[in-house]
C-alpha cells in the first residue's frame, strides 16, 4: 500500500502548487497621506514553493531574500534601502482568494526606533508601501496581470565619486547663534500639510513661542510629489497646494518657512529628492520664499560611493546651489554624524550638521544622544555652524517633565538648534514652560557660541559647563540615575575660583553667592541649571 500513499501526496502536492502558483506581476494600489500609489509585485516560484522576486513601488523598491508558498498563503521577507544607508528588512505576507492577492504590507517604519506612526495615521510609512490607519497593517488588493517569470531587476549603476570640494563653500553669514523653530516630523510624519503648517505658524505666536526665538516653521519629509514636471522641477504634493502661498502666509506671521530634501533621488520616505537637480531645486526652493533647507541624506547611499570626500561634495554641491539661488537660505545637513561630519559640515556650506540617528521621544534615547554621543565634538560648532543632536521631543508625551527640563538645558547647554517637535497647538502650560524658559534659551542663543562639556561625572550624576559672552558660565547639574541624588558642581572643575553669584535658570531665583562650589539635590532623571558669575 506504500506506493498508493506516495503517489497519492506527489499527486496532492502537485496540485496543491499548481493550484496556488503565484509566478508573474501582481498590481494594486494603496493610499497615503498624499496619494494613491500603484505597487507592483513580481513573483518567481519555484517547484517547492520557494519565492523569489520584487516588489516595486514609488517609495521604495524591495528585493525578496527568501519566501514561501502554501495552498493560498504566502509570506516573503526583503530587502530595501533603510535609514542612514542601512539595509532594512521588511516582511510580506498574503493570501490569495479567487484570483485576486491580498497582501498585507510592512508596518510603516518612522525612524528613532518608535515602530509607530501617529496615531490615525493613513497611508504608506516612509521608506516604502506602509502600514495604515492606527499602526493597523494596510491589506492591499492586487491583480495579476501576468503569468510569465519576470525579468530581473536591472543591476544597481556603479556608486558614483566625486572629489572633496577644492574651496570651501561661502559662509551665508546665517546662523550666529543656533536656529531656533518647529519640525514637522518628530510628532507628525506624513501627515504635515499645508494647513497643519499655517495653524501651527498661528499657534507659535499666540503661544509665545515666536517671541520667546522659534523662528523657523520647517516642513519635514512628505511635502514633494511622486514626479517633476516636465521642465524637471520639483513640485509638491496635493496635502501642499502652493508653496509660495503658504511661505507668504507664514513670513506674515513674523516666522520663516523651512523645507527638506535629499541629495539621493529618494528621501528617507520614498519621495523625491534633489539628486541631480540641485542647482535647479535650490532656485524652486528660493522662488518659493524658502528659508531653511534640511538636507537628509537618505537614498544617496544608494548612487554615490559614501566616502567622505563624496559626501562633502554632494552636501557643498547643493551648499553652492544655495548660495547661488537668489535668497538666504539656513543650511541644515542631516548625514546622522557619519564620516566625522565635524570636520567638513562648515566646509560644506553648512549652518549646522545631525550629530545622530534619529532622537525618540524616550529617555533612553535623549539620554544616548545627548549625554553620549555629543562629548567631543565640541571644538566644531560655533557661530555659523552647529553640531545638532537633533530636534525636541519635548511635549510628545513619551518622557516626564522633569526628563523634558533635562532635555532642554542639556540642549540649551550643548548650543544645540532648538526646533521644537511637538504640537504647538494644544501644548500644555507646562510644556510651554519649558520651551519657552527665556533664562535657559539665553543659554543656548548666547553670543559667544561654545558649545558645553561635561566638566565632571560620578556615576550617574554629571556637571556641565559652557562659558557665557558675560564671563558667567552655565552649569547643568543632571542625574541620569533612578534616585534623588546630590549633585555638587565644584568650581575649580570648571576653571574657577572664589566666591561666585549663583542664580537658578529653572526657578528664576538668584542664590546668593557660594564659595567653591555648589551642591543641590536632583531628582532622578532631573536637572538643576544655574548661572554662576
Ligand atoms: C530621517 C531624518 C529624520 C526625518 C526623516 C524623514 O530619518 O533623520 O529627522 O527627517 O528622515 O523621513
Redesign the pocket.
Known amino acids: 500500500m506504500n506506493w498508493l500513499r506516495v503517489l497519492a501526496s506527489a499527486v496532492l502536492s502537485l496540485s496543491a502548487i499548481g493550484a496556488q502558483n503565484v509566478t508573474g506581476r501582481w498590481t494594486g494600489s494603496y493610499s497615503t497621506a498624499d496619494n494613491g500609489l500603484e505597487i507592483v509585485v513580481a513573483l518567481n516560484q519555484a517547484a517547492d514553493g520557494g519565492i523569489t522576486g520584487y516588489v516595486i513601488s514609488p517609495r521604495s523598491t524591495d528585493t525578496i531574500i527568501s519566501g514561501h508558498a502554501e495552498v493560498s498563503k504566502l509570506a516573503f521577507e526583503a530587502e530595501r534601502a533603510g535609514?542612514?544607508g542601512a539595509v532594512q528588512k521588511v516582511t510580506y505576507s498574503a493570501t490569495i482568494e479567487g484570483g485576486k492577492m491580498m497582501l498585507t504590507l510592512p508596518p510603516p517604519d518612522f525612524?528613532?526606533g518608535r515602530g509607530r506612526g501617529p496615531a490615525g495615521a493613513p497611508g504608506a510609512g516612509?521608506g516604502g508601501p506602509g502600514g495604515g490607519r492606527g499602526g493597523q497593517p494596510q491589506v492591499v488588493e492586487l491583480a495579476r496581470v501576468s503569468t510569465t517569470v519576470p525579468a530581473p531587476l536591472p543591476p544597481r549603476p556603479a556608486p558614483v565619486s566625486l572629489p572633496m570640494p577644492a574651496t570651501p563653500v561661502k559662509y551665508n553669514g546665517m546662523a550666529k547663534t543656533p536656529p531656533m523653530g518647529w519640525n514637522s516630523?518628530n510628532k507628525f510624519?506624513n501627515q504635515v500639510s499645508d494647513k497643519m503648517v499655517r495653524e501651527m505658524a498661528d499657534a507659535i505666536v499666540k503661544s509665545g513661542m515666536r517671541d520667546a526665538g522659534y523662528i523657523y516653521v520647517n516642513i519635514?519629509?512628505?511635502w514633494e510629489s511622486l514626479a517633476r514636471d516636465a521642465a524637471g522641477n520639483i513640485t509638491t504634493n496635493n496635502k501642499f497646494p502652493d508653496m509660495k502661498a503658504l511661505a507668504d502666509y507664514v513670513h506674515s506671521k513674523g516666522l520663516k518657512l523651512g523645507i527638506?530634501s535629499s541629495p539621493g533621488p529618494r528621501?528617507?520616505?520614498g519621495y523625491l529628492g534633489s539628486y541631480q537637480h540641485e542647482e535647479q531645486d535650490a532656485k524652486t526652493f528660493a522662488a518659493w520664499g524658502i528659508d531653511y533647507l534640511?538636507y537628509?541624506w537618505?537614498s544617496a547611499s544608494q548612487v554615490y560611493d559614501n566616502t567622505q570626500a563624496t559626501m562633502a561634495a554632494a552636501y557643498a554641491k547643493m551648499g553652492d546651489a544655495l548660495l547661488r539661488s537668489g535668497r538666504t537660505i539656513v543650511y541644515s545637513l542631516?548625514q546622522?554624524g557619519n564620516l566625522d561630519v565635524g570636520e567638513w559640515g562648515e566646509k560644506a556650506g553648512g549652518n549646522l550638521w545631525?550629530t545622530t540617528?534619529?532622537i525618540s521621544d524616550r529617555w533612553q534615547s535623549m539620554e544616548n544622544i545627548g549625554f553620549k554621543l555629543q562629548p567631543g565634538r565640541e571644538k566644531y560648532a560655533g557661530p555659523g555652524h552647529w553640531n545638532d543632536p537633533?530636534?525636541l521631543e519635548i511635549g510628545n508625551g513619551g518622557m516626564t517633565d522633569t526628563e523634558y527640563e533635562t532635555h532642554m538645558s542639556l540642549w540649551c547647554l550643548l548650543a544645540a538648534p532648538l526646533l521644537a517637535g511637538n504640537d504647538i497647538r494644544e501644548m500644555k502650560p507646562s510644556i510651554a514652560a519649558i520651551l519657552m524658559n527665556k533664562e535657559a534659551i539665553a543659554v543656548d542663543q548666547d553670543k559667544l557660541g561654545k558649545q558645553g562639556v561635561r566638566v565632571a561625572q560620578d556615576g550617574s550624576v554629571e556637571v556641565w559647563s559652557k562659558p557665557l559672552a558675560d564671563g558667567g558660565h552655565a552649569v547643568g547639574l543632571f542625574n541620569r540615575g533612578d534616585a534623588t541624588a546630590q549633585v555638587t558642581a565644584k568650581w575649580s572643575d570648571i576653571g574657577l575660583k572664589g566666591s561666585k553669584q549663583v542664580r537658578d535658570l529653572w526657578k528664576h531665583q538668584d542664590l546668593g553667592k557660594a564659595a567653591d562650589q555648589y551642591t543641590a539635590e536632583v531628582p532622578s532623571h532631573g536637572v538643576v541649571m544655574i548661572k554662576i558669575k
Open positions: 535609514r542612514g525612524g528613532g516612509p516630523w510624519h519635514d519629509d512628505t527638506y528621501t528617507c520616505a534640511k537628509d537618505c542631516c546622522y545631525r540617528g534619529d537633533d530636534m
